[in-house]
């Protein structure tokens, strides 16, 4: 197995038929190489792959991800897209290994969302979990809406902004600004 970055300029038609394939969005499904480059400008892909150049796993980080918090706004890079092409071998869990070292030598602040039914996941990853997604409030029309995540999973943060992100509350929410 081999560990691969790569931005999406340099990603083959075929790489990104398979990341979409495995993403399985069904919004995206029709989606053109050209617009896929566009649409993901601000992001690089992590994988996986086998000896035959096969994608065994996948990661994106989305470098365009701020936050607001009491009227500060916040960078982070945010981990999304984790999918394994086949389930219970150990591929998710190892491209996480190699993701964690890679950001943390870059020192990129990540973070990263999911439900609960993923904690179990993630936990065996050794990734940090904060129960406050919910207090996550993104744009849906002219109103703020709770995140429809359960958990924040810190990949890569300074003790600071760890304990900012500690600090949310139903009086102290955070904004995801687009």
């Given at each position: 197995m081999?560990y691969?970055?790569k931005?999406?300029?340099e990603?083959?038609?075929n790489?990104?038929?398979?990341?979409?394939?495995?993403w399985?969005i069904s919004?995206?499904d029709s989606?053109?190489?050209s617009y896929?480059?566009s649409?993901?400008k601000?992001?690089?892909f992590?994988?996986l792959?086998?000896?035959e150049?096969?994608?065994l796993?996948?990661?994106?980080l989305?470098?365009d991800?701020i936050?607001?918090?009491?009227?500060?706004?916040y960078h982070?890079?945010?981990?999304?897209g984790?999918?394994?092409?086949?389930?219970?071998?150990?591929?998710?869990?190892?491209l996480?290994?190699?993701?964690?070292h890679?950001?943390?030598?870059?020192?990129?602040?990540t973070?990263?969302?999911?439900?609960?039914?993923?904690?179990?996941?993630?936990?065996?990853?050794?990734i940090?979990?904060?129960?406050?997604?919910k207090?996550?409030?993104?744009?849906?029309?002219?109103?703020?809406?709770?995140?429809?995540?359960?958990d924040?999973?810190?990949f890569?943060l300074?003790e600071?902004?760890?304990?900012l992100l500690?600090?949310?509350?139903s009086e102290?929410?955070?904004y995801?600004?687009?």
């Amino acid at each position: 197995m081999k560990y691969q970055v790569k931005k999406p300029d340099e990603l083959t038609e075929n790489e990104i038929e398979i990341i979409l394939n495995l993403w399985d969005i069904s919004d995206w499904d029709s989606m053109e190489p050209s617009y896929f480059r566009s649409f993901f400008k601000d992001s690089e892909f992590h994988f996986l792959i086998d000896s035959e150049e096969k994608i065994l796993a996948l990661m994106r980080l989305n470098f365009d991800f701020i936050l607001q918090i009491s009227d500060k706004k916040y960078h982070f890079a945010e981990a999304v897209g984790l999918v394994s092409g086949q389930k219970k071998k150990g591929h998710g869990k190892e491209l996480i290994k190699y993701i964690i070292h890679n950001i943390t030598e870059r020192n990129l602040e990540t973070i990263g969302f999911c439900m609960s039914e993923l904690r179990p996941f993630y936990d065996k990853c050794d990734i940090s979990i904060l129960h406050k997604a919910k207090l996550i409030k993104e744009k849906s029309g002219s109103e703020w809406v709770s995140s429809d995540d359960d958990d924040i999973l810190i990949f890569n943060l300074s003790e600071e902004k760890k304990e900012l992100l500690n600090q949310l509350s139903s009086e102290k929410n955070a904004y995801l600004i687009q």
